[in-house]
């Protein structure tokens, strides 16, 4: 059994205001919190892994699918969310206080690069 203790979780800073701590992992999925304050951006960008949280604080908007024309999303708390594996996404927080919450990657996420192509 692994125990991972959110104070003692390593947290890096993904993308300006956005925050990103690794939780509990195992050989088919991880939990990662994440904490995105108030005007910041998560660019847009896919992965292999399926994505599904839940939002705990504050509110985002997702932008999802066509780069052009993206589908807006509104997520807050006590909301949960999905993304297949693929499927293009961004998130920005339009509101006055930081979204917070937790995400599930199947199969395990390392890391958050999203890079210059906005891909991982």
Same mark, same amino acid.
């Given at each position: 059994m692994e125990?991972?203790?959110?104070? +003692?979780?390593?947290?890096? &800073?993904? /993308?300006?205001?956005? !925050?990103?701590t690794m939780l509990a992992g195992a050989s088919r999925l991880n939990v990662q919190r994440f904490r995105i304050g108030a005007g910041a951006t998560v660019p847009r960008h896919s992965h292999e892994q399926e994505q599904v949280g839940y939002v705990t604080a504050g509110e985002?908007?997702?932008?999802?699918? +066509?780069?052009?024309?993206? &589908?807006? /999303?509104?997520?807050? !708390?006590g909301d949960s969310f999905a993304f297949e594996s693929e499927e293009p996404h961004a998130a920005e927080n339009r509101g006055d206080a930081p979204a917070e919450g937790v995400d599930i990657f199947s199969?395990?996420?390392t890391a958050a690069d999203w890079g210059d192509s906005g891909d991982e």
């Amino acid at each position: 059994m692994e125990r991972v203790s959110a104070d +003692d979780a390593e947290s890096v &800073e993904a /993308v300006p205001d956005v !925050e990103l701590t690794m939780l509990a992992g195992a050989s088919r999925l991880n939990v990662q919190r994440f904490r995105i304050g108030a005007g910041a951006t998560v660019p847009r960008h896919s992965h292999e892994q399926e994505q599904v949280g839940y939002v705990t604080a504050g509110e985002l908007v997702f932008l999802v699918g +066509d780069e052009d024309d993206p &589908e807006e /999303v509104v997520v807050g !708390e006590g909301d949960s969310f999905a993304f297949e594996s693929e499927e293009p996404h961004a998130a920005e927080n339009r509101g006055d206080a930081p979204a917070e919450g937790v995400d599930i990657f199947s199969p395990p996420r390392t890391a958050a690069d999203w890079g210059d192509s906005g891909d991982e």
